[in-house]
């Protein structure tokens, strides 16, 4: 081929372009897993202050409090709670998961997967990044403000997110951030689009792709054509804060027209509902390669959940009304959706399905990944069920705005996210940094993680159900409510204990970077094209380019001789005895 | 189609699918405002002269012509014509931002400020969006002018780029003048 395709990028040489603004896939990776875990980690404190309000409301917030809310003796004040909440939700989701899912492992994997030496525009690559950091600098940023950061929930709804519900520039510093996050993951969406069609190696078909590749691919389209909807909405709020427009304000006089709240909502949505599987699609791809990968089996019906994982990157655009049931939308809309709504369990099944085929009876490797993997089989179960009552109508008319939608969506984007990310980075550490993580540290994080884990969301789907509702600051002033106490406490302190032991994974992430164990090239035993090379990769990636032979998942093949159980991508497929 | 090529052209379609979303969910917000309001424009509003934004339109309209002329002439290799070309789609796409200049003062003017409501919200936020892509295009005009002084193998590529920006952006221009100013 001709032109830039491929060729040999120069390697940088001074620090400024070597880890600052490098063009590097890897490198901008790196930045992306740093920024996503930092954030992780904000997201993470002002998840415990939450729950801490929650449980022991009134209650000075251990060893911070004093220290974070000084002008109330160390309680959360009622307002700072609202920006808790808000700022929480926007951070894990476009500042925490985001970067790590998308940002890291979009970057990391994709060109090494396919056998590319880069994405197909570097320069658009380093960009992105940089315009995320600027973005995440404007919503920190907001926190310091006089008036404090946006406090309409993550979702942003009107009237509260406009002058009359929140005053001051913490809101309208949200909707820049989130405009100039659009702007990245745009270019993001561009780059990875492009270089999934034209610069996989010769010989990958599509379905040659790893899953992974796959997943973080449908990102990329769903992203292109939704996070748009999200940016033409935060702009409209950001005329009606600042310019004085009115598009979503309701109630100016008749003459002069209306402007509509509930339109928010719809836009939203329109960009909401594809956002949530923005986030967990690369998640899905990810276990579905490594529970082949760790089963030492083929991934069962891997078409088929590719071919899944498309249809419901479709249908995820049109069900998003499930969101809005009770905003007096018409019984033949809500039932519409809702039916919509239902037939994404049909694609959602099959590679669920799939994933258990991959299982049985497979010679199961339980290492570290393997088991964020199976974690998160066990949680996207249970998330997914829990949508059914809310697609629903009938159910979530009662259901809707209180902790059993929390706890739900925790379960989808929340735990299935964080645990495919953990399951990804235990796998793609010792390629990345050229070295292993500790075994041992990476299981206590495991069980750390996922038995409080589900203290804490299963706890939140029981409170929802006796009744509580999101977003209140203090919700035992209901007397009905009192009785709940008890179960938030143990939410808080499952909180807690997840908490302390995500210090075992920060430990072992930075111990690992420069004392662990040197990595082989191909520690797992896998077949990708990226084991083949060296671990960490040279600046180029690939001397020379592979040719791809055989799919990702060829593993306990009887006929093979070479002593491994698993074949390369670059090696012919070995057939049997005709 | 050399790969090359093939990157270049799929980068750009999601770029302006990306910006076609943005614009189409404008659309569609304007599509609940007009089919929620009892009269439009509302009562005691008059509706906008059309003279501004036909001139606007021919404007952008003649501009994009010379654009895809400036596409013919790098094809032919003949770039002192592209640069000429280019030079009078640039000035006729700063003339379309002076007259959208003069729509705002003229809406001003009529008494029609940012803060009257839902129809002053529509013309002058829409406007303002789309002007905003305008510059950006226009940038995108002065970054061809450079590639069209010493050009080399990339530039017809890039030049395509641009037109097709371009050209969206009077589409979408098109699609507002008839849908804000004529019905």
């Known amino acids: ?578 | 189609m050399k790969r090359n090529e093939l990157q270049s052209n799929l980068a750009m379609t999601v770029v302006l699918v990306s910006a076609a979303m943005l614009f189409i969910t404008l659309f569609m917000g304007y599509a609940v405002f007009r089919s929620s309001a009892a009269t439009w424009p509302p009562m005691g509003t008059e509706k906008v002269s059309l003279w501004l934004p036909f001139l606007s339109t021919v404007l952008i309209a003649v501009s994009s012509w010379y654009c895809y002329q400036v596409r013919l002439d790098v094809a032919r290799k003949d770039f002192s014509a592209a640069r000429g070309h280019l030079t009078l789609t640039t000035v006729l796409g700063v003339a379309f931002m002076l007259a959208q200049s003069g729509l705002w003062f003229h809406l001003k003017s009529t008494g029609v400020f940012v803060t009257s409501g839902i129809f002053a919200s529509v013309m002058y936020g829409f406007t303002w969006i789309h002007a905003v892509h305008v510059v950006l295009g226009l940038f995108a005009l002065g970054y061809l002018h450079v590639v069209l002084r010493s050009p080399t193998d990339a530039a017809m590529q890039k030049t395509i780029n641009v037109e097709k920006f371009w050209h969206f952006l009077g589409v979408v221009w098109v699609l507002m003048f008839f849908g804000l100013f004529v019905f």
């Open chain 1, 1 to 578: 081929m001709s032109g830039g395709y491929n060729e040999i990028h120069p390697e940088p040489t001074t620090f400024w372009s070597k880890y600052i603004i490098s063009f590097d896939h890897k490198v901008i990776a790196k930045q992306f897993l740093w920024y996503g875990i930092i954030f992780l980690g904000i997201g993470g404190l002002m998840a415990l202050l939450i729950r801490w309000t929650l449980a022991y409301p009134g209650e000075a917030f251990p060893v911070l409090g004093h220290l974070l809310f000084p002008n109330s003796a160390g309680i959360v004040p009622p307002d700072s709670y609202a920006m808790l909440f808000t700022m929480h939700g926007t951070i894990m989701i476009f500042y925490a998961i985001t970067p790590i899912l998308i940002g890291a492992f979009g970057n990391y994997c994709i060109p090494l997967m396919i056998g590319a030496r880069d994405m197909a525009f570097p320069m658009l690559n380093m960009l992105s990044f940089w315009f995320a950091f600027l973005s995440g600098l404007v919503l920190l940023a907001s926190l310091v403000l006089p008036l404090g950061a946006a406090a309409g929930g993550w979702t942003s709804y009107p009237t509260l997110s406009t002058m009359i519900g929140s005053p001051g520039a913490g809101q309208t510093l949200w909707c820049v951030a989130i405009f100039l996050f659009g702007v990245s993951s745009t270019m993001g969406a561009v780059n990875y689009v492009t270089t999934v069609i034209t610069l996989r190696a010769p010989g990958m078909g599509y379905f040659d792709m790893p899953l992974t590749v796959w997943g973080l691919w449908l990102t990329a389209i769903l992203n292109a054509i939704f996070v748009p909807v999200l940016g033409a909405g935060v702009i409209l709020l950001t005329l009606d804060r600042v310019m004085g427009t009115t598009f979503f304000l309701a109630g100016a006089s008749a003459t002069s027209g209306s402007g509509d709240p509930v339109l928010f909502q719809h836009v939203f949505w329109i960009f909401g509902h594809p956002e949530v599987y923005i986030l967990i699609l690369p998640a899905w791809g990810i276990v579905s390669d490594l529970l082949s990968f760790f089963s030492r089996k083929p991934a069962f019906g891997a078409k088929a959940t590719a071919l899944s994982m498309t249809a419901v990157s479709v249908l995820s655009t049109i069900v998003y009304g499930h969101h809005m049931f009770t905003t007096q939308m018409s019984p033949l809309l809500t039932q519409s959706f809702m039916t919509l709504t239902m037939t994404i369990s049909i694609p959602s099944a099959i590679f669920f399905a799939n994933w258990l085929g991959t299982l049985w009876k497979g010679s199961i490797r339980f290492d570290s990944p393997m088991l964020f993997s199976l974690g998160v089989v066990f949680v996207f179960g249970l998330g997914g069920l829990t949508g059914l009552h809310l697609g629903t109508v009938t159910t979530d008319l009662y259901l809707h705005d209180t902790y059993f939608v929390v706890g739900h969506f925790h379960y989808t984007m929340a735990a299935s996210v964080l645990l495919g990310g953990y399951a990804g980075i235990y796998f793609w550490f010792p390629k990345m940094f050229g070295r292993m993580m500790n075994e041992t540290m990476a299981k206590i994080h495991f069980w750390g993680t996922m038995i409080p884990l589900n203290g804490i969301f299963f706890g939140m789907l029981m409170v929802g159900y006796g009744g509580m509702h999101r977003r209140i600051y203090n919700p035992f002033v209901y007397d009905s409510l009192k009785r709940l106490i008890p179960i938030n406490q143990m939410i808080t302190i499952s909180a807690i204990l997840m908490g302390a032991f995500q210090i075992i994974f920060v430990i072992n992430f930075l111990w690992s970077l420069y004392k662990g164990k040197k990595a082989p090239n191909n520690p797992w035993n896998v077949g990708t094209l990226e084991w083949t090379i060296p671990s960490p990769p040279v600046h180029h990636n690939y001397d020379v380019i592979p040719v791809v032979k055989c799919g990702p998942h060829e593993f306990g093949n009887p006929n093979l001789k070479t002593g491994r159980d698993f074949q390369y991508q670059t090696e012919e497929l070995v057939e049997g005895p005709a």
